[in-house]
């Protein structure tokens, strides 16, 4: 549905556009990019980013930038995610989940238990493979455009940090099916996670379902329609959050007006203004009134500006 732009006054009088985070609850069977679209169409304007990737076949959480706030989005890459997972044991395909070709098959009458006690080797900082149907560049190209071509290539393991990862349903059989709750960092591919925790029990594994419960603490919870969805975006001011709650999980410092007057024009500040700032963390820097101005960072002695909303 097209409607009409209208000004958003809610956090900045003076911008004529509309701007901040909209948090998502993307359905199965469409892409990223589809609910960026349908942003666009919403909101009326074409500066419009999202913050992570989901796949077709996954749901949930996903955060999209409206205006000037898609500078901000890789404050937010870096923030813990939370997934509930559904893998098949026993099958493998070679997308490693539901949407992909059988390339191998065989029992795996494994007990919750053997799960679980398999579990702590995947919690922490570990290696990982990235899977053929990712986004990571090998020689220049996508590995996911290269897997449409029928190709595989060599992909070198990646260090990345799981924080917690949690069985939540079992149900027995040959090929059983195990939910699992994953709480981790920047770059971890649960599909990948899932096939290799059936490697360490002596088979393979797909997911058949996968949903993101949160970024950071932008949530929509775990059961479909607590968030609004691509269709709901005939009302997309009402879910709008501002830049400085959408960054919510960042230091804070509070500014009086000439300070403010410097941040503005992108000066660096002397730490000894403030209390203890956050070592080398994205802070966020606001007002009295909490209207977020600039993204800093502490490099020394200095906090320097990294993006400034002016």
Same mark, same amino acid.
């Not at 190209?141 to 069985?167: C, F, I, N, P, Q």
């Not at 949160?214 to 709901?232: K, N, Q, T, Y």
């Not at 960042?250 to 000066?267: E, F, I, K």
């Not at 820097?285 to 600039?294: E, F, K, N, V």
């Given at each position: ?70 500078? /901000? ?159 709901? /975006? ?77």
């Amino acid at each position: 549905m097209v409607i009409r732009l209208r000004l958003w006054r809610r956090s900045c009088r003076e911008s004529p556009l509309p701007e901040g985070f909209l948090v998502l609850d993307k359905p199965g069977g469409i892409t990223s990019h589809d609910v960026v679209a349908a942003v666009r169409r919403s909101v009326g304007i074409r500066k419009v980013g999202h913050a992570g990737t989901l796949d077709p076949m996954a749901t949930g959480a996903l955060v999209v930038a409206v205006g000037r706030v898609t500078r /901000l989005i890789r404050f937010l890459l870096p923030l813990e995610k939370e997934y509930l997972a559904v893998a098949r044991f026993g099958v493998a395909t070679d997308t490693l989940d539901a949407d992909g070709e059988e390339v191998w098959s065989g029992e795996m009458p494994v007990s919750r238990m053997d799960v679980e006690a398999a579990l702590g080797d995947f919690v922490g900082e570990i290696s990982q493979v990235p899977p053929m149907v990712s986004a990571v560049k090998v020689g220049g190209r996508r590995l996911y455009e290269l897997a449409r071509e029928g190709k595989a290539v060599e992909r070198k393991a990646r260090r990345v940090t799981v924080h917690s990862l949690d069985v939540t349903r079992f149900e027995a059989g040959s090929n059983p099916l195990v939910g699992l709750r994953v709480v981790c960092g920047k770059g971890v591919y649960v599909r990948s996670l899932a096939d290799d925790l059936a490697r360490a029990l002596g088979g393979r594994a797909h997911l058949v379902e996968l949903r993101r419960t949160r970024v950071g603490s932008l949530s929509v919870g775990e059961r479909a329609g607590a968030a609004p969805g691509p269709d709901d /975006l005939g009302e997309w001011e009402k879910w709008m959050v501002s830049p400085a709650e959408g960054l919510a999980d960042l230091p804070a410092l509070t500014v009086d007006l000439p300070t403010l007057q410097m941040v503005r024009h992108g000066r660096r500040l002397s730490t000894d203004t403030f209390p203890h700032p956050e070592e080398e963390r994205p802070t966020r820097i606001l007002d009295g009134s909490g209207r977020l101005w600039a993204i800093y960072r502490r490099s020394g002695t200095k906090l320097i500006p990294e993006v400034v909303l002016n």
